[in-house]
C-alpha cells in the first residue's frame, strides 16, 4: 500500500514501552488467557463481551492519574498506523457529510503487552480491539506477528505498510461508525434478551459488517492499491475466520458458536464493502444468507 505520502492521523496515542505486565490497574492474566481469547477469536469488539468477563477488575471506566502524556509515534510502524487511521477519518468524514452527519473519528492506541481500556485491562493475546466505552481502537502491534506465525495469516502482514494490517484497523474503526450510528446498542440490547446462540449469530452480523465496512473504506483508496494488497487483507479475515481458528484450536468446527464469521463469510463482506463502496450494501442484518 502506498501511504507514506498521506496524513498522519492526530487521534494517536502511543504508550508503546510505557505498557506492559502491570501497566495500569486489574492487570491480572496468566498463560490460559492466549487459549481463552483465542478461543474468542480474533478482532473482538468489546472486550467484555468477547472476552467472557475475564478477571479484569472494575469493567465500569477507568481513570489516570493525572493528564497522560502521549507522543505521536516516531517509528515507521507506529506512523503507518497513523497514517491508515487518517485515511480512515478521511474517507468516513466524506461518507457522514454525504448524509448530513458529522463523523466524529476514534483514538487509536498503540500499546505493548497489556493497557487499560475503557473496557477494562487491554491484553496483547486478545489481537486489537475498539472499545465503545472510551472509543478507542487498542492494538498491540506484536499482534500481526501472531497473525503469521500462529494462525496462517498472510506472510507480509508483518511488514510496515501491510495492507492486512490496515484491513484489521479498518475492521476495528467500522465498529467505531457501529457505536456512531446507534447499530452496536441497538446489537447489545437484542443480545441481552437473547439465547446464547441467538446471540452469537448477532455478533457474527455485527462483524461481518465491520468487515464490509473496512471493504468500503478500501473502494476509496484503490489508488494507493495493487491486486496484491487486496489478497493480504482477504487472507487476513480467512485467517481469523471462525471455522479457521477453531480447526487449529480444538480440530474440528462448531458453527453454532461462532462469533465473528468463517473465513468464506469474512471474504465475501469485505469483497461487498469494496466493490460499491457503499455503506447501504453492508447490512448484515438483513442478508437471510451469509
Known amino acids: 500500500m502506498r501511504w507514506r505520502d498521506g496524513r498522519r492521523s492526530d487521534n494517536v496515542e502511543d504508550v508503546r514501552g510505557r505498557s506492559g505486565p502491570g501497566f495500569g490497574r486489574g492487570a491480572k492474566f496468566g498463560a490460559g488467557t492466549l487459549i481463552v481469547v483465542v478461543a474468542a477469536y480474533f478482532l473482538g469488539v468489546d472486550p467484555q463481551l468477547v472476552m467472557g468477563l475475564l478477571d479484569t477488575g472494575d469493567l465500569g471506566g477507568t481513570t489516570q492519574v493525572g493528564p497522560e502524556q502521549t507522543a505521536p509515534p516516531d517509528d515507521e510502524a507506529g506512523q503507518y498506523a497513523a497514517t491508515v487511521l487518517g485515511f480512515t477519518e478521511d474517507v468516513w468524514t466524506q461518507l457522514f457529510a454525504s448524509s448530513g452527519e458529522r463523523y466524529t473519528p476514534p483514538r487509536l492506541r498503540l500499546f505493548s503487552g497489556q493497557d487499560v481500556s475503557g473496557c477494562g485491562t487491554a491484553d496483547a493475546a486478545a489481537g486489537p480491539f475498539y472499545c465503545p466505552a472510551d472509543q478507542k481502537v487498542y492494538v498491540d502491534l506484536d499482534f500481526f506477528r501472531e497473525l503469521v506465525q500462529r494462525f496462517g495469516g498472510p506472510g507480509d502482514a508483518t511488514e510496515v505498510g501491510s495492507f492486512a494490517q490496515a484491513y484489521v484497523i479498518a475492521h476495528e474503526v467500522g465498529h467505531h461508525v457501529q457505536t456512531l450510528t446507534g447499530i452496536s446498542d441497538q446489537v447489545h440490547r437484542s443480545q441481552a434478551r437473547a439465547t446464547e446462540q441467538d446471540g ?52 474440528y468446527v462448531v458453527p453454532e458458536s461462532f462469533t465473528h464469521g468463517s473465513a468464506a463469510q469474512r471474504q465475501r463482506w469485505f469483497r461487498a464493502g469494496f466493490a460499491g463502496g457503499k455503506p447501504a450494501d453492508c447490512d448484515a442484518f438483513s442478508a437471510r444468507s451469509l
Do not use: F
Open 200 to 251: 452469537n449469530a448477532l455478533q457474527v452480523r455485527m462483524e461481518l459488517q465491520a468487515d464490509c465496512y473496512a471493504g468500503v473504506w478500501a473502494h476509496y483508496e484503490q489508488d494507493r492499491l495493487d491486486t496484491r494488497d487486496i489478497d493480504s487483507a482477504l487472507a487476513a479475515a480467512a485467517a481469523v475466520g471462525d471455522d479457521m481458528i477453531q480447526k487449529k484450536m480444538q480440530g
